[in-house]
């Protein structure tokens, strides 16, 4: 079964660039600049950033559906990236490279099924999820931070 993995849209977070320190902290953003690598996977471009790249870390409400799974975490964002668009059945190496929490979800948009995974082993992970007619759609997070990391649709 084919899988699509989808990066957050650089729209939703162009407009950081141009914010001042001041206004950033005030939406309880960080701005930081890279000093080790590759410990800061962007969740818009689905690499990891590099040494002296400016990043930022804020709160972003990656499952705002009506429903008791209803959740936001802390995210990296590099600063100017393009969003990143997989190839079908493709993994970033951000994604393969780390440990993986899977999260599986129906079309209400409940919890329905979750696991841990190598992400060097997350193909078999999403085929086995999607295995099971009534998982609509995965989140993946990065299973240590517990940070959202994307989302993948059968297609």
């Known amino acids: ?29 960080q701005k930081k600049t890279v000093e080790s690598h590759p410990d800061y996977p962007c ?3 689905l690499e990891d950033a590099e040494i002296g790249e400016t990043i930022y870390l804020l709160n972003f409400t990656h499952h705002d559906q009506a429903t008791p799974y209803k959740a936001s975490h802390a995210i990296f964002v ?14 970033p190496r951000s ?11 129906d079309a209400h948009h409940d919890m329905v099924d979750a696991d841990v995974c190598d992400g060097r082993q997350l193909g078999t992970k999403i085929s086995t999820f999607f295995a099971d007619s009534a998982v609509v759609y995965l989140h993946l997070h990065n299973a240590r ?5 994307a989302r993948v649709d059968r297609i």
Do not use: W
């Not at 990066?7 to 902290?25: C, R, T, W, Y």
């Not at 600063?79 to 493709?90: F, I, L, N, Y």
């Open 1 to 29: 079964m084919s899988f699509q993995i989808s990066a957050l849209p650089a729209a939703h977070f162009k407009e950081l660039a141009a914010l001042s320190d001041s206004e950033l902290g005030a939406r309880n953003i």
């Open 145 to 149: 931070p517990g940070c959202y990391a």
């Open 43 to 45: 969740r818009v471009s």
């Open 78 to 91: 590099r600063e100017g990236v393009e969003q990143a668009h997989p190839m079908t059945d493709e993994i």
């Open 95 to 105: 994604l393969s490279s780390r440990l993986l929490s899977v999260r599986a979800y």
